[in-house]
């Protein structure tokens, strides 16, 4: 049972465009939402959070949008660049205390000059 | 520098020969654990360890054992590889409130 599902599966779009990666859940017990970024021949790594007391959160060009009657969040990324082509994995944690982490299958995104 | 270290990046080797990717922090977490990722099947947990001489069952821990006999430490042992084995294998690590800090991965092709 996938518990984030995250779509799509790969994404192209062209520089500056807005590419926008979605992943829904089902379990309301989730607390944490992070994205993870992933580069060809390294480990994944950190972008952004979010909890669900807000429905947004920005760091420079990268926005999560949370909804949280739905239980969807998405990543958008501003002015896409050939450098934030790489691998995108959502994820979710149930509670403070929880070690675990629920990815998705992740998101290919490819950025083309 | 705060890391998670693997060795070794790349391992190719044969059906039924038990090998070891070892994984080690620096940076006092309590919790380890190891994932394997395929195409198109994401990141998926083998094992974690949330103290030491503490370990569980992720989603896929057929076929893998570990062990936790000091914080720093979290080797993925495959005493029997096979072919379905190969992948690319990351150690993760964090404390509560923290980032799960991710390393560079391990690739293991076994034939």
């Known amino acids: 049972q996938q518990q984030v599902k995250q779509s799509p599966q790969s994404l192209i779009v062209q520089k500056g465009g807005i590419p926008i990666i979605n992943c829904a859940y089902e379990?309301?017990?989730?607390?944490?939402f992070p994205w993870y970024q992933q580069f060809p021949g390294k480990g994944p790594a950190l972008l952004i959070a979010?909890?669900?007391?807000?429905s947004e959160k920005k760091e420079g060009r990268f926005t999560i949008s949370f909804n949280k009657s739905a239980k969807q969040f998405s990543l958008h990324i501003m002015d896409s660049q050939p450098g934030d082509s790489a691998t995108y994995f959502c994820?979710?944690?149930?509670?403070?205390?929880?070690?675990?982490?629920?990815f998705g299958k992740g998101t290919k995104l490819s950025v083309i000059p | 520098e705060a890391q998670v270290t693997q060795n070794p990046r790349y391992l190719i080797t044969v059906t039924g020969k038990k090998l070891t990717v070892t994984c080690s922090q620096n940076?006092?977490?309590?919790?380890m654990s190891w994932y394997r990722q395929d195409p198109g099947l994401g990141l998926r947990q083998i094992y974690y360890?949330?103290?030491?001489?503490?370990?569980d069952k992720g989603d896929v821990p057929e076929g893998y054992k570990v062990s936790r006999k000091e914080k720093r430490n979290f080797p993925l042992i495959l005493e029997s590889p096979s072919p379905n084995q190969t992948s690319l294998y990351f150690c993760?690590?964090?404390?509560?409130?923290?980032?799960?800090?991710f390393g560079n991965g391990t690739r293991l092709t076994v034939t």
């Open positions: 993760a690590s964090r404390n509560g409130g923290s980032p799960l800090h």
């Open positions: 379990n309301t017990a989730f607390d944490y």
């Open positions: 979010i909890r669900p007391d807000v």
């Open positions: 994820a979710a944690q149930a509670g403070a205390g929880s070690y675990q982490l629920t």
């Open positions: 940076m006092n977490h309590e919790y």
């Open positions: 360890s949330m103290n030491v001489e503490v370990t």
